[in-house]
């Protein structure tokens, strides 16, 4: 069975933190992707990565980066918390395109 | 603009019951179709498929159509059960642009 796991279920930060959401599947997937989930709305994609240290944006990519430096490995940062970051994300990951992710649990995220 | 969304927000069922759920999408370049299961606390999960060259498609209990001529889309479950409780969320791929969009997703509760 494929596992992708989430570092943390829930978060809770102050505006302006700098916080780091890690994301670790175990089935030597290439492709990783990082979305956040918002009630009313689809996913929406922030970041995804094809391969280690490789980076595409997304449709929603301001106030976060990414780090791929391990294969297994795919953390989204947020440089400086702002209160509109706080939502549910959600880490998959895929061998062949997007449509066959695997969607870790989710980090539910508060920043206040 | 183009979006997958949903027609109703929540759905409750009897246990036993039949459940349908529909989502529309706005662009007939869409190639494929996916429905997501998310449970409380969890991440989505693949439930079924369907390529845009078909009609219907049946898995275990749950049977995807698909109506190209309206841009619907429908998931129903035979002999819907509690362990269906969840949010169902549609999501659409276009092949030319490596675009996946998301919709909102429907809560289905089911009644004992």
């Known amino acids: 069975d494929v596992k992708v796991t989430q570092s943390s279920r829930y978060l809770v930060k102050r505006t302006g933190e700098k916080v780091f959401l890690e994301c670790v599947q175990d089935?030597?997937?290439?492709?990783m992707f990082w979305y956040r989930q918002d009630p009313g709305l689809g996913l929406r994609l922030i970041y995804f990565?094809?391969?280690?240290?490789?980076?595409e944006k997304g449709d929603i990519p301001e106030g976060y980066s990414v780090s791929r430096e391990k294969k297994e490995r795919f953390s989204l940062i947020l440089e400086s918390a702002s209160t509109n970051q706080t939502s549910m994300y959600l880490c998959?990951?895929?061998?062949?395109?997007?449509?066959?992710?695997?969607f870790g649990p989710g980090t539910r995220l508060l920043v206040l | 603009g183009e979006s997958v969304g949903l027609h109703l927000p929540t759905l409750s069922v009897q246990e036993g019951d039949n459940s349908i759920i529909n989502c529309a999408y706005s662009?007939?370049?869409?190639?494929?179709f996916i429905w997501y299961k998310q449970e409380s606390g969890k991440g989505p999960q693949f439930i079924i498929d369907?390529?845009?060259?078909?009609d219907k498609r049946q898995g275990q209990r749950v049977t995807v159509l698909l109506n190209k001529t309206v841009k619907h889309l429908s998931l129903q479950i035979a002999a819907t059960q509690p362990g269906d409780s969840a949010v169902y969320f549609c999501?659409?791929?276009?092949?030319?642009?490596?675009?996946?969009?998301f919709g909102a997703g429907t809560r289905l509760t089911v009644k004992p």
């Open positions: 662009n007939s370049a869409s190639d494929y």
């Open positions: 369907i390529r845009s060259n078909m």
């Open positions: 990565s094809y391969d280690v240290k490789m980076k």
């Open positions: 999501a659409e791929i276009r092949y030319n642009n490596n675009d996946m969009r």
């Open positions: 089935m030597d997937h290439e492709n």
């Open positions: 998959a990951s895929s061998f062949g395109g997007k449509e066959t992710q695997y």
